[in-house]
């Protein structure tokens, strides 16, 4: 499978890359600074490129069975580079005929706001980080009206721990008892486990510990 991940100099892009390539597949990774992925399987390919230009992201994707954003703003918290730049990746799959779109966002976006607790209702994505969480469900509204064949995957707070596959996922919209954390490795399978795996097609799915 050639797949092309957009966000891939990240820190959930590197992992992704990194378990896509060990898992078989031919990956372009596309981000502005590609030289920091350190990976010299040969089956990587490196493209550097603006997201937000329409016309590098379209000419990447053409040939692609499959597109995964990790897309982040750094630490900017006013950007729309999640929003615009996944409008950019949607119209280029649809001018290309790609098909298969895994999205990352954020849990709490939506219908999963209920599955946060107080501090990250009122304090981080109340206040601290409102332009971000605003950016992301904006970023799913465009995904689900694509009309490609979607994932959004809405990952809780990122830890550095090592990937225990132990996580939970696909819970209810009303489940309040987790832990709201989850390490990039195992964001990362995740992800990769959505190129073959066909259960979360055209739907959200929120992971956590």
């Known amino acids: 499978m050639k797949v092309i991940l957009f966000g891939a100099s990240g820190t959930v892009g590197r992992l992704a890359v990194d378990k896509m390539l060990a898992g078989g597949c031919e990956v372009t990774a596309f981000a502005r600074h590609p030289e920091k992925l350190r990976n010299s399987n040969p089956n990587l390919t490196r493209v550097a490129g603006d997201v937000m230009d329409p016309e ?54 939506h219908e999963s706001w209920d599955n946060l607790n107080f501090f990250w209702k009122r304090i981080m994505f109340g206040l601290v980080l409102r332009p971000v969480f605003r950016d992301h469900e904006l970023q799913e509204q465009l995904v689900r009206a694509s009309g490609l064949d ?4 809405r990952p ?16 209810s919209a009303g489940e309040r008892n987790l832990a709201l954390k989850i390490s990039r490795s195992d ?16 739907r959200a799915v929120g992971i956590s510990n």
């Not at 779109?101 to 954020?106: D, F, G, K, N």
């Not at 979607?150 to 995957?153: A, E, G, K, L, R």
């Open 156 to 171: 809780s707070a990122f830890t550095d721990d090592p990937a225990s596959g132990r996580y939970r996922e696909g819970f």
């Open 150 to 153: 979607w994932t959004i995957v």
């Open 56 to 109: 590098a992201v379209a000419n990447a994707v053409r040939g692609h069975d499959a597109v995964v954003v990790t897309l982040g703003s750094g630490m900017s918290r006013k950007g729309v580079v999640r929003s615009q730049g996944t409008l950019n990746v949607i119209q280029a799959m649809q001018r290309n005929g790609v098909r298969r779109l895994i999205c990352q966002s954020t849990l709490g976006a």
């Open 187 to 202: 964001v990362a399978e995740f992800l990769k486990r959505q190129l073959k795996d066909t259960t979360y097609v055209n």
